[in-house]
């Protein structure tokens, strides 16, 4: 995994965003995100989490301030290099955003063949991703004949298929069930003890008690708080899995 | 990448190969035309370039012909002139025949008498100077004799050819625009219609070029099977036109005839056509792209 040289990974300074001429919806928003923590973006509806978000996986530009992502200055880096680092991360949409004509076999592909990966390093991987969270029998499958919690597996499977060095989610258990939750949040914390640093935004207070030592940035009218810590202060660093873990942690790995 | 599938697979059955065909077909019978109008004007001015026209025009029979044999041997004599040849009295009744009739009493050769006509070649561009020495050198022996170039009788025709040609020129450059034009309002609908998966593979790390390929593709697929539909459609009509203009039997259409180079770039119009789209189509992807981040 690659970072900056202090060992940040992300860095917001002063970061204010609107649409148009509206009011900010993101004001004074400075936090940095250090390899292998694992974060939770908290607020109510309407709160920002997802304009943050959108910063975060680059699909928007701040109307202010200044974002550092792996050592480059995010607000002013060429538009053809953007694509280097979006492939770094892995995004779960909210609304999933799952290709209509592809199955969701070719859905979850997709990350891999945009990089460039040879078709026979593709196959089994894919297939074992979709088997983990559950849609081994539904490869073939469009997004359109797909349940809502179908397509958030999916969606989520995209996500994590490359092996991203930040995997940003937005609300990625709304639309499945309690099990089915507890078994995506275990496969973030695989990825997570494997080095991947995770940003899950939810306004599921629940979600948080499930995830130990988690780091909590909390949005309110689109400014931060931080009820953990976690921008003050550099956060205690997953140590490697336990040897008890090392399956949940190969799950993750062979996905 | 299995980039084709990033967007739904071009439908063939769509109107874009269609328009093109029509595009191609039209471009491939304007060029046809032009070239055969280029062949037709260059044959002509071939056969023109170096002739000259000797009339003796003198109403007495007897003189006329003294005049013209005079004429004959006076060409002869100078060294820049290649060939002479009296034009037989059989060969002007013919001429004039579509005028005059062919009964041998319809025309009364003395009262309406026909010049004598001498066809000489000379070496080199026929000139007004080399014209007015040519009179000069004839002027004792032939003093009823008109020299003209055989190219100013034809220079009308060949600057309306020229004309026509250049309308033709002018026609493929508005197919070719048309053309364009036709594939960027496609290209922009497909983008459009496509424009959720296009973010998508954005924000997974696609790049413009991987899209635009995506686009360039299903472009040249159309455009491959639009032009390969108006090169037949052409191939046909111009076969046709050929065969109907052929059987006039006139001489300066029979010159137009197509040779094989002329079929060769024919045949390039269709290649030319589907590079043209997918310059199009990725000029038009490229620049939508870049609004956006």
């Not at chain 2, 593709?217 to 076969?239: D, I, K, P, S, Y």
Request: glycine share 8%; net charge neutral.
């Amino acid at each position: 995994m690659n970072q900056a040289a202090d060992g940040e990974i992300i860095h917001f300074d002063n970061v204010g965003l609107r649409y148009g001429t509206d009011r900010e919806v993101l004001s004074d928003v400075s936090f940095t995100l250090f390899p292998g923590s694992f974060y939770f973006l908290t607020g109510t509806s309407g709160a920002g989490k997802t304009s943050l978000l959108k910063l975060l996986y680059l699909a928007q530009r701040p109307s202010r301030g200044m974002i550092r992502m792996f050592g480059a200055d995010a607000i002013t880096l060429p538009r053809e290099r953007l694509p280097a680092l979006r492939r770094r991360l892995g995004v779960v949409f909210q609304d999933f955003r799952l290709v209509p004509h592809l199955s969701a076999f070719d859905n979850v592909a997709l990350p891999l063949r945009v990089a460039g990966v040879p078709e026979r390093d593709i196959v089994k991987p894919v297939a074992d991703m979709l088997e983990w969270v559950g849609l081994g029998d539904r490869m073939p499958a469009r997004p359109a004949t797909l349940s809502g919690g179908e397509q958030q597996r999916v969606a989520i499977a995209r996500a994590v298929i490359g092996r991203p060095d930040i995997l940003v989610a937005d609300e990625p258990t709304g639309n499945v069930d309690p099990d089915m939750a507890v078994k995506l949040l275990r496969l973030f914390e695989a990825l997570n003890r494997l080095g991947t640093t995770v940003v899950v935004a939810t306004h599921d207070v629940h979600l948080l008690q499930k995830v130990p030592d988690c780091l909590i940035m909390r949005l309110d009218k689109g400014r931060l708080s931080d009820p953990t810590g976690a921008l003050r202060y550099p956060p205690r660093r997953r140590m490697a899995p336990a040897p008890g873990e090392q399956g949940e942690a190969e799950a993750g790995n062979g996905l | 990448m299995r980039e084709a599938e990033l967007v739904p697979q071009t439908r063939l059955s769509g109107p874009m190969p269609w328009v093109i065909a029509i595009m191609v077909a039209l471009t491939v019978i304007a060029s046809a035309a032009g070239l055969a109008l280029h062949n037709a004007a260059a044959a002509a001015s071939a056969e023109l370039r170096g002739g000259v026209t000797v009339q003796i025009v003198e109403a007495l029979p007897e003189k006329r012909a003294r005049e013209a044999q005079a004429a004959v041997r006076r060409l002869g004599e100078m060294p820049e002139v290649g060939a002479v040849r009296l034009v037989p009295e059989q060969e002007l009744g013919s001429l004039i025949e579509p005028w005059l009739g062919s009964e041998p009493d319809a025309v009364d050769a003395e009262a309406v008498p026909v010049p004598a006509l001498i066809d000489a070649r000379i070496a080199g561009e026929v000139t007004g100077a080399r014209l007015a020495a040519i009179q000069r050198a004839l002027a004792d022996v032939a003093p009823s004799a008109r020299v003209d170039a055989q190219s100013t009788w034809l220079k009308p025709v060949l600057d309306a050819i020229e004309s026509l040609q250049w309308l033709a020129i002018a026609l493929v450059a508005l197919l070719a625009l048309a053309l364009a034009a036709a594939v960027l309002l496609s290209v922009r609908s497909a983008l459009g219609t496509n424009r959720d998966t296009i973010e998508v593979v954005h924000l997974l790390g696609g790049t413009d070029a991987q899209i635009a390929r995506v686009f360039v593709r299903a472009t040249a697929l159309e455009a491959a099977v639009g032009g390969l539909l108006g090169m037949l459609l052409a191939v046909v009509v111009v076969l046709f036109l050929a065969r109907r203009f052929g059987s006039l039997g006139a001489g300066m259409v029979d010159q137009g005839a197509l040779d094989w180079l002329d079929w060769a770039m024919l045949g390039l119009v269709p290649v030319v056509a589907v590079l043209l789209a997918m310059l199009t189509a990725r000029l038009t992807v490229m620049r939508s792209l870049r609004k956006i981040l």
